[in-house]
């Protein structure tokens, strides 16, 4: 019998809420229907802005990227990077689509200008860009660090010089590096330091080009000591 009761009460208690349901259904249903359409306009909004505006775009950035990427490879870098009057450089695709030409833009810009040696504009570029490929943020990092050790602000370069070796132990470059890091560290009249770092290589990187040469930097400080 209690267990009828129980029941019942539920079913009372399912009833009623059906009840206040479809009572606040009707009671509101042309808000809720416009809710609706509100909400349906904004999706096929949102999918034709992305299909008309966002992907043509995008295309055409990237066709303009393509242009400055052969110039970029030829080692025009001013072309590259300011354009030609016929082609846009990579500064002025960043100017005209952002993001729209991918992340590589910023990068390809920072290089640019660290070749032709605006190292301040160089690394607002490179600190935008932004990936998950261990190997090209390494690059980024590095060529950030240059521009630094360029502007001889060398307690920013050593940092960034260490932000790339730490990024991955595996990464090819990483010897390079390390070795960047040891030769600012002198400059900043770290002679421990230096020592550490050329001892990282000789240890961990004995068979890339920079560790081939590593002992004579280890001989001369520990000569000097």
Not at 1 to 26: L, R, Y
Not at 27 to 51: D, H, P, S, T, Y
Request: charged share 25%; aromatic share 12%; hydrophobic share 40%.
């Amino acid at each position: 019998m209690a267990n009828n009761k129980q029941q019942e009460a539920q079913q009372e208690q399912v009833a009623t809420t059906v009840s206040g349901a479809e009572a606040f259904f009707k009671k509101n249903q042309k808000w809720i229907e416009w809710a609706l359409i509100a909400i349906l306009v904004i999706i096929f909004g949102i999918l034709a802005i992305n299909r008309w505006v966002v992907v043509p775009a995008r295309q055409e950035a990237q066709g303009q990227m393509f242009q400055a990427e052969q110039a970029f490879r030829a080692g025009d870098f001013e072309t590259a990077l300011n354009g030609d009057g016929n082609v846009l450089g990579f500064a002025q695709i960043i100017d005209e689509y952002g993001n729209k030409a991918g992340k590589s833009v910023q990068l390809y810009a920072g290089l640019c200008n660290l070749q032709l040696g605006n190292n301040e504009e160089a690394i607002a570029n490179l600190k935008k860009y932004k990936t998950s490929d261990k190997i090209m943020q390494g690059r980024a990092y590095c060529a950030t660090g240059d521009a630094y050790s360029n502007l001889k602000d060398y307690t920013n370069a050593l940092a960034w010089y260490k932000k790339a070796a730490a990024l991955d132990k595996e990464n090819p470059y990483t010897a390079e590096y390390l070795f960047k890091a040891a030769l600012v560290s002198e400059e900043l009249g770290d002679k421990d330091g230096a020592l550490k770092l050329y001892k990282e290589i000789e240890t961990k990187y004995p068979q890339t080009l920079e560790g081939y040469d590593i002992q004579k930097y280890i001989s001369r400080i520990e000569n000097e000591k």
